[in-house]
């Protein structure tokens, strides 16, 4: 063990100690002075939800804020998913981000090259141990809801997902739809105030409104700005029509930001504010931003990285309707493939000020109790946010999240910090100030509008196992890199998803386009499992046909846009994996995976060679193709900080040149060209 790793292990063997001191405790007193300095930290103006701390070891998975795509192989690092999420590249450009992932801190190690979960525990099951049965065994889910005495064959699943849950949720939420807090004891307190009534948003992405309650002011043609302005941001592996899921993303900010100096409301001041902190998020400002906001939020620090206090985000997640593009609101009044029905809707709330660069990376509390509300879905990320949740109940209707279900968006949602009272904290490389969207967002007003997954335009009869659509946008260059964000994806994960996955419908595009009549070095292979050698031989090829592909711009149209069987899938197979996700509503079974495949994906099968290989964590050997349910541990001395730590390596070779298959970007950070340019257009 590196004297990196040693270092590593202290620490998270530390703050598992202070988890279960401070989270197994049942002194009243302790949890009355820690919510005291909680909201001593809070602005005295407002009145801030209260919860109390729970630890992770009172949940069925102690480590639910480890996702199920941590524990994919990676192909013999011909397939590293993991450059996306763990990465230096915020930390190094000190860009709202104290959590690098790639090595760039040695105390957190580099989680491209290890499967580095934390030390088993004699309370818990080890984190080295994968615990999304949804995921990793589908057909759990299947006995399951048989259990039920239900038969998801006889779902009618299109009109399933073209009913309305999210207008009915919205009518539970309290108070005044203007104000972030519902300021009520109820189960919906901070459901965003946005009303899926008022929505889409019009085409400059600001959502207006005809009922005055929910409006800061009005306009000269008598409509109510309600401060929410829509997100257009550039999708990769996660939440695209193609993995079952799609988002809306809508952002507000205080009054102040929308009002004069002299306390009128202002639209342009509001664009103004609204573009400066786009800039700062983005990195790039510029000298003549200066260093304030405008209007009556001039006292309010520009800060490069970080949003100001106050801060809303609304994302709800919406099932897949390959028929919606926003053309015909009687099948969905939104753009993008996305359905009336939504999967969830999730909220966001800076609630204090935050700084990354005041806390050294390493001192997070991973292993502290949970700050939040069961019964009103919130938790307390720890750096300064506030994240609430709504989910689909057994019948369809949104009810709020429990702790367990959220402390799985603080896994992506979060950052380091460490306080007086240990609190929650994970996260990844890869955000600003906690987020996503905002950093990719199309610079400019292509990305002041409703999220549309890069133009999504319906084709009118399309049969239901063909493509639905197609993309009006190209591939934008990565600010850094210089090429194209969604080849870059294609590159190194030779899949659509962070699970390395290719669906059946672009495996027939692959079939058909990549052959040797065509100018390939070889056709497009299918798998082949009959040793492991055979397996990584095929992976190694269709890693290297792809990239084959991107680099001759054939996962473009002749016109330049992304072709829309990377994005879109046929009818057929969206309202399949509709039909899956349906199983794990009925069942509730939240907690045990949200994502589930027809069958296991072969990236959670072991196909290594000796040398390269390991065994179960109580020594059993893996058989060739085995489902991998767990990986060893360090058991060599149980006296040292050591022991029951992750010892399994990714095989993502650091020092394998990407031009002989290497896929290792430890710097990797995403953030669009600015001005914004495209693949083909270089």
């Known amino acids: 063990m590196s004297r990196r790793q040693s270092l590593l292990?202290?620490?998270?063997?530390?703050?598992?100690?202070?988890?279960?001191?401070?989270?197994?405790?049942?002194?009243?007193?302790?949890?009355?002075?820690?919510?005291?300095?909680?909201?001593?930290?809070?602005?005295?103006?407002?009145?801030?939800?209260?919860?109390?701390?729970?630890?992770?070891?009172?949940?069925?998975?102690?480590?639910?804020?480890?996702?199920?795509?941590?524990?994919?192989?990676?192909?013999?690092?011909?397939?590293?998913?993991?450059?996306?999420?763990?990465?230096?590249?915020?930390?190094?450009?000190?860009?709202?981000?104290?959590?690098?992932?790639?090595?760039?801190?040695?105390?957190?190690?580099?989680?491209?090259?290890?499967?580095?979960?934390?030390?088993?525990?004699?309370?818990?099951?080890?984190?080295?141990?994968?615990?999304?049965?949804?995921?990793?065994?589908?057909?759990?889910?299947?006995?399951?809801?048989?259990?039920?005495?239900?038969?998801?064959?006889?779902?009618?699943?299109?009109?399933?997902?073209?009913?309305d849950n999210w207008q009915a949720a919205f009518a539970q939420r309290p108070g005044d739809p203007r104000d972030w807090d519902g300021g009520q004891e109820t189960p919906f307190r901070l459901f965003p105030g946005l009303d899926p009534a008022d929505l889409p948003a019009d085409a400059d992405g600001f959502v207006r409104s005809d009922?005055?309650?929910?409006?800061?002011?009005?306009?000269?043609?008598?409509?109510?700005?309600?401060?929410?302005?829509?997100?257009?941001?550039?999708?990769?592996?996660?939440?695209?029509?193609?993995?079952?899921?799609?988002?809306?993303?809508?952002?507000?900010?205080?009054?102040?930001?929308?009002?004069?100096?002299?306390?009128?409301?202002?639209?342009?001041?509001?664009?103004?504010?609204?573009?400066?902190?786009?800039?700062?998020?983005?990195?790039?400002?510029?000298?003549?931003?200066?260093?304030?906001?405008?209007?009556?939020?001039?006292?309010?620090?520009?800060?490069?990285?970080?949003?100001?206090?106050?801060?809303?985000?609304?994302?709800?997640?919406?099932?897949?309707?390959?028929?919606?593009?926003?053309?015909?609101?009687?099948?969905?009044?939104?753009?993008?493939?996305?359905?009336?029905?939504?999967?969830?809707?999730?909220?966001?709330?800076?609630?204090?000020?935050?700084?990354?660069?005041?806390?050294?990376?390493?001192?997070?509390?991973?292993?502290?109790?949970?700050?939040?509300?069961?019964?009103?879905?919130?938790?307390?990320?720890?750096?300064?946010?506030?994240?609430?949740?709504?989910?689909?109940?057994?019948?369809?209707?949104?009810?709020?999240?429990?702790?367990?279900?959220?402390?799985?968006?603080?896994?992506?949602?979060?950052?380091?910090?460490t306080t007086e009272f240990p609190q929650f904290t994970s996260g990844t490389g890869n955000t600003v100030d906690s987020t996503w969207s905002l950093p990719r967002k199309f610079p400019g007003e292509l990305g002041w509008r409703e999220m549309d997954y890069l133009g999504y335009l319906a084709?009118?009869?399309?049969?239901?196992?063909?493509?639905?659509?197609?993309?009006?946008?190209?591939?934008?260059?990565?600010?850094?890199?210089?090429?194209?964000?969604?080849?870059?994806?294609?590159?190194?994960?030779?899949?659509?998803s962070l699970y390395g996955e290719l669906p059946p419908a672009i495996e027939r595009f692959l079939v058909d386009v990549i052959q040797p009549v065509n100018g390939y070095t070889a056709a497009w292979p299918a798998l082949d499992t009959s040793s492991a050698a055979a397996f990584q031989d095929r992976q190694a090829l269709r890693q290297r046909l792809l990239r084959e592909l991107t680099a001759r711009g054939d996962y473009l149209t002749t016109a330049g846009v992304i072709r829309g069987e990377w994005l879109y899938p046929p009818r057929k197979e969206a309202l399949a994996a509709a039909r899956r996700y349906r199983q794990v509503v009925v069942t509730q079974r939240y907690v045990k995976g949200k994502e589930v495949f027809p069958e296991t994906p072969v990236t959670y099968r072991y196909f290594r060679e000796d040398g390269e290989g390991f065994a179960h964590q109580d020594g059993r050997p893996y058989q060739l193709g085995e489902v991998i349910t767990d990986r060893p541990v360090d058991r060599e001395n149980p006296a040292l900080i050591t022991y029951g730590v992750g010892i399994a390596q990714t095989l993502v070779d650091p020092d394998l040149p990407f031009a002989q298959g290497g896929t290792y970007f430890p710097n990797y950070l995403p953030l669009l060209a600015e001005p914004l340019r495209f693949e083909l257009e270089q």
């Open 211 to 417: 009922t005055p309650l929910h409006g800061h002011f009005q306009e000269h043609d008598g409509r109510w700005i309600t401060g929410w302005r829509a997100i257009n941001f550039m999708p990769y592996g996660l939440f695209t029509p193609m993995t079952g899921s799609v988002s809306g993303i809508y952002l507000r900010l205080p009054k102040p930001f929308m009002q004069r100096e002299d306390g009128r409301f202002d639209l342009t001041i509001y664009m103004h504010n609204l573009d400066l902190l786009e800039r700062a998020i983005q990195d790039r400002l510029r000298e003549e931003d200066g260093e304030f906001y405008q209007g009556a939020a001039r006292t309010v620090a520009l800060e490069r990285g970080l949003y100001p206090v106050g801060t809303e985000i609304a994302h709800p997640l919406h099932y897949v309707e390959v028929a919606a593009d926003g053309s015909d609101p009687a099948i969905s009044p939104y753009p993008g493939t996305r359905a009336r029905r939504v999967k969830e809707v999730r909220y966001m709330y800076k609630w204090k000020t935050f700084a990354p660069t005041a806390f050294r990376p390493g001192t997070k509390e991973e292993g502290a109790p949970v700050y939040g509300n069961d019964v009103q879905g919130w938790v307390d990320n720890g750096v300064g946010w506030y994240l609430a949740g709504y989910i689909e109940d057994r019948s369809g209707v949104l009810r709020p999240q429990n702790r367990e279900e959220l402390t799985q968006c603080i896994g992506c949602h979060s950052g380091v910090t």
């Open 459 to 496: 084709k009118a009869g399309a049969e239901a196992d063909e493509t639905p659509g197609e993309a009006r946008l190209g591939d934008p260059l990565n600010r850094g890199l210089a090429k194209g964000e969604f080849r870059h994806f294609l590159d190194n994960v030779v899949g659509v």
């Open 9 to 163: 292990h202290l620490v998270t063997i530390t703050l598992f100690l202070s988890m279960v001191l401070a989270g197994c405790s049942d002194s009243q007193g302790q949890a009355n002075e820690q919510a005291s300095t909680r909201n001593a930290l809070a602005s005295a103006a407002i009145s801030h939800p209260q919860g109390d701390f729970r630890s992770p070891l009172t949940f069925g998975n102690p480590y639910a804020h480890i996702p199920a795509q941590c524990h994919i192989e990676t192909a013999r690092g011909a397939q590293n998913a993991c450059l996306f999420c763990h990465t230096n590249g915020a930390y190094r450009a000190g860009l709202g981000n104290n959590f690098p992932q790639a090595g760039a801190e040695p105390r957190l190690g580099d989680l491209q090259q290890e499967y580095s979960f934390t030390p088993i525990s004699p309370f818990t099951a080890s984190p080295s141990r994968n615990p999304w049965e949804n995921t990793l065994t589908p057909e759990k889910l299947r006995e399951a809801v048989a259990a039920l005495g239900l038969d998801p064959q006889t779902w009618d699943i299109e009109a399933y997902i073209r009913e």
